[in-house]
């Protein structure tokens, strides 16, 4: 069986895919900052590791000539747009150094785990698809901005003669969350907060991403991208579904444009100085009265991509969080 060299294994996507990978019989190599972001994850003594770090090439250079595939996850989610260097610098010009090793290495497959913040949005609030322009350049977003330019990294690749696929995941939840990045809302939902805010996404269980992965190892076409999506929800539908797996009150007061705009700039202002993401940052402003949906037809076609109801992806969700204390 085949080896895979893996970034970003201790992330949310990541670790949920060592697992799947090993489930399939594949060997893993995988390449973390410390040894210490294993110790929560149940595979971390059946891989091999590599010390280092995407920003610094020379740590595992030569390093990864025996593996045949190459899964590229790391990334920083980020939208403050403050921080646009330190978000630039991990997710295009690390993605850029993964790359060029791949290029000296005995690779034959390299998936790069982009996003659908790389794809664009519906302007009428129509599901979009992998053919539609990029068009989130005129909203200046660290994050959307560095994830398209990772993938001309990627088509540049291709050019030299890299087999590269791209995979674009939407909202993912499921279990495997360790930083409990998703447990706020849970609380927020759980305390009875009432409030909710006129705009939707696609939300989409980790266990289909995960899957969908592995199989465009075999199935995922050269130079095509995948997203993998779940289901198209308003914000106050997916908060509706969450109170039912908790107990709690459904939302229903809808927060004015004008107020989030106030909140988010005071807490831009406060970042400032305690150096904390402000949530939302301002620049998340234009996602507001929005309909972020995707089409993931052609990922459940050739990726073979499960349907997972996403009330089912929130059961898990919510227990896993409970296992974990982290709620």
């Not at 995707?294 to 059961?315: Q, T």
């Amino acid at each position: 069986m085949s080896k895979i060299f893996l970034t970003g294994a201790t992330g949310f996507i990541g670790g949920n895919l060592v697992n799947k990978l090993l489930s399939r019989g594949f060997k893993v190599k995988v390449l973390v900052r410390n040894k210490k972001l294993l110790e929560k994850h149940s595979w971390k003594d059946k891989v091999e590791v590599i010390l280092g770090d995407i920003l610094e090439p020379e740590t595992f250079a030569g390093k990864i000539n025996d593996c045949e595939i190459i899964i590229h996850s790391a990334a920083i989610i980020a939208f403050w747009n403050r921080i646009w260097n330190k978000v630039y610098k991990v997710n295009v010009i690390g993605t850029k150094n993964v790359l060029d090793e791949a290029l000296k290495s005995n690779c034959k497959k390299f998936i790069h785990i982009s996003s659908v913040a790389a794809i664009g949005y519906g302007e009428n609030n129509e599901p979009v698809n992998e053919e539609h322009p990029y068009n989130w350049g005129k909203h200046k977003i660290c994050y959307m901005e560095t994830k398209h330019e990772a993938e001309l990294e990627i088509y540049k690749a291709i050019k030299k003669g890299l087999n590269a696929t791209m995979v674009n995941p939407a909202n993912v939840w499921g279990v495997g969350d360790y930083r409990g990045r998703r447990a706020p809302v849970i609380k927020a939902i759980q305390y009875g907060l009432p409030f909710y805010v006129n705009s939707g996404t696609n939300f989409v269980d980790v266990d289909a991403v995960c899957e969908a992965i592995v199989n465009a190892i075999d199935f995922g076409k050269c130079g095509e991208r995948y997203i993998l999506g779940g289901e198209n929800l308003t914000i106050k539908d997916f908060l509706g579904i969450l109170a039912d797996e908790v107990k709690g009150r459904k939302p229903f007061v809808r927060l004015p444009k004008t107020l989030i705009v106030i909140f988010s700039y005071i807490q831009e202002a406060l970042g400032t100085i305690t150096k904390i993401s402000p949530r939302p940052a301002a620049s998340q402003l234009c996602f507001f009265e929005k309909g972020i949906y995707y089409d993931s037809s052609k990922a459940i076609k050739e990726l073979k991509m499960p349907v997972i109801p996403f009330r089912e992806c929130i059961k898990k969700t919510v227990r896993f969080y409970k296992e974990n204390n982290l709620l």
